[in-house]
């Protein structure tokens, strides 16, 4: 048995450490999770009662075409239902888009650091990655035009980024679709959008009724805190939605994520509370970062990128005795770098009184 070549060289995905691991390992009662970017609030209660009223379901096979989603979200932006895909997560759409466009020996470009789905899934294709080191933080997107040629399938741009949580406004991602030929995808993936509260977010729906080559992915695992149902979608064009159909899995989201993820996106009040809570926690985490003297990235998600001018990894590890699991990753190639998800006014006071503590313990430098 050989499997296919470009996949050898891939690490397998690993997960952060279960909590429960974590408590037992080190001896502790009190853990806080601070490290995926979840939502500390949990889902809305509606969502709840849509799962428990589907639980008489669980022999039937999902709606595999997702209808009354699809309607409801073709609604929620102003787009036609065969704009709209939905994926187990959109993890799933960043795999079937990789599925349906590269072939072996296509180029695709992405940022340096950044969600590390895109290269992943393009590699499991053959496709040829070009990595763009970051500028301040945010896409250089004048280098990531510059690095387009004839075999360029798809341009990913994360936005806000994940890890570092900066933003490009509407006018940079307008400038810069003007920018791309026809032949190459721009992927736009928006998975932090309903946090955003600068004023200046791309109206990317407007740019994919302007651009047939720009598709946006967004996610219920977030703001609407539904991550474990696996659900998110894409809007784009109906000819490459109609691509991604064609490698689509026939029930690839369940009838409990759909049902959910309806009734969750019903429930503004919930999402405009959330969005409101974490604009509150940036505005502590950062006030807090600035009287400890680290600096940070502008943050536009529900997570701040925080340069503690120590090894990141001593960083993670001394959190993590003192029961706070926040996320570092040595593939960022930000080794200073630590990303801590804004939680609870409680975890954030937690995360502040720990890191001010670690601050000391750990020496300046890597
Ligand atoms: C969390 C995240 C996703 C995908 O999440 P799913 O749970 O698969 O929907 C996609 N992109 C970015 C940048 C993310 O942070």
Same mark, same amino acid.
């Given at each position: 048995?050989?499997?296919?070549?470009?996949?050898?060289?891939?690490?397998?995905?690993?997960?952060?450490?279960?909590?429960?691991?974590?408590?037992?390992?080190?001896?502790?009662?009190?853990?806080?999770?601070?490290?995926?970017?979840?939502?500390?609030?949990?889902?809305?209660?509606?969502?709840?009662?849509?799962?428990?009223?589907?639980?008489?379901?669980?022999?039937?096979?999902?709606?595999?075409?997702?209808?009354?989603?699809?309607?409801?979200?073709?609604?929620?932006?102003?787009?036609?239902?065969?704009?709209?895909?939905?994926?187990?997560?959109?993890?799933?759409?960043?795999?079937?888009?990789?599925?349906?466009?590269?072939?072996?020996?296509?180029?695709?470009?992405?940022?340096?650091?950044?969600?590390?789905?895109?290269?992943?899934?393009?590699?499991?294709?053959?496709?040829?990655?070009?990595?763009?080191?970051?500028?301040?933080?945010?896409?250089?997107?004048?280098?990531?035009?510059?690095?387009?040629?004839?075999?360029?399938?798809?341009?990913?741009?994360?936005?806000?980024?994940?890890?570092?949580?900066?933003?490009?406004?509407?006018?940079?991602?307008?400038?810069?679709?003007?920018?791309?030929?026809?032949?190459?995808?721009?992927?736009?993936?928006?998975?932090?959008?309903?946090?955003?509260?600068?004023?200046?977010?791309?109206?990317?729906?407007?740019?994919?009724?302007?651009?047939?080559?720009?598709?946006?992915?967004?996610?219920?695992?977030?703001?609407?805190?539904?991550?474990?149902?696996?659900?998110?979608?894409?809007?784009?064009?109906?000819?490459?939605?109609?691509?991604?159909?064609?490698?689509?899995?026939?029930?690839?989201?369940?009838?409990?994520?759909?049902?959910?993820?309806?009734?969750?996106?019903?429930?503004?009040?919930?999402?405009?509370?959330?969005? +409101?809570? !974490?604009?509150?926690? @940036?505005?502590? $985490?950062?006030?807090? &970062? #600035?009287?400890?003297? /680290?600096?940070?990235?502008?943050?536009?998600?529900?997570?701040?990128?925080?340069?503690?001018?120590?090894?990141?990894?001593?960083?993670?590890?001394?959190?993590?005795?003192?029961?706070?699991?926040?996320?570092?990753?040595?593939?960022?190639?930000?080794?200073?770098?630590?990303?801590?998800?804004?939680?609870?006014? +409680?975890? !954030?006071?937690?995360? @502040?009184?720990? $890191?001010?503590?670690? &601050? #000391?313990?750990?020496? /300046?430098?890597?």
């Amino acid at each position: 048995m050989r499997p296919k070549k470009n996949i050898v060289h891939l690490p397998v995905y690993k997960p952060g450490k279960p909590m429960e691991e974590v408590k037992r390992e080190l001896g502790l009662t009190d853990v806080i999770k601070l490290a995926s970017n979840e939502n500390p609030f949990g889902c809305s209660p509606k969502a709840k009662e849509a799962i428990i009223a589907h639980v008489d379901q669980t022999s039937i096979y999902p709606d595999g075409g997702a209808v009354e989603l699809t309607a409801a979200i073709a609604e929620h932006f102003n787009v036609e239902t065969n704009q709209v895909i939905f994926g187990a997560g959109s993890d799933e759409i960043i795999m079937m888009l990789a599925r349906a466009f590269f072939e072996p020996g296509d180029q695709t470009i992405m940022a340096e650091t950044t969600f590390p789905q895109y290269k992943h899934n393009a590699e499991v294709e053959g496709a040829v990655c070009v990595e763009v080191p970051l500028k301040d933080g945010a896409h250089d997107l004048p280098a990531m035009l510059a690095a387009i040629n004839g075999r360029t399938k798809i341009v990913w741009l994360c936005n806000p980024n994940n890890p570092t949580g900066t933003m490009h406004s509407h006018n940079e991602v307008a400038e810069f679709l003007q920018q791309v030929p026809p032949h190459v995808m721009v992927v736009l993936d928006e998975a932090y959008a309903e946090y955003n509260v600068s004023g200046e977010y791309p109206d990317s729906v407007g740019l994919v009724n302007q651009y047939k080559n720009v598709i946006i992915l967004r996610t219920f695992s977030k703001i609407y805190g539904l991550a474990t149902l696996r659900i998110g979608y894409g809007i784009g064009h109906p000819d490459v939605i109609r691509s991604i159909n064609q490698v689509r899995e026939p029930f690839n989201t369940t009838g409990f994520a759909q049902k959910a993820a309806l009734a969750a996106l019903q429930d503004k009040q919930f999402i405009t509370d959330c969005r +409101e809570a !974490n604009a509150e926690g @940036i505005r502590y $985490l950062t006030g807090e &970062l #600035d009287r400890l003297n /680290v600096s940070y990235y502008p943050a536009h998600g529900n997570f701040i990128m925080v340069d503690v001018q120590r090894s990141g990894a001593a960083v993670f590890e001394s959190l993590l005795r003192k029961g706070i699991i926040i996320r570092h990753d040595s593939g960022w190639k930000l080794p200073t770098m630590i990303r801590v998800t804004v939680g609870s006014q +409680e975890q !954030n006071e937690k995360f @502040i009184g720990a $890191l001010e503590q670690v &601050l #000391d313990e750990v020496a /300046v430098g890597v």
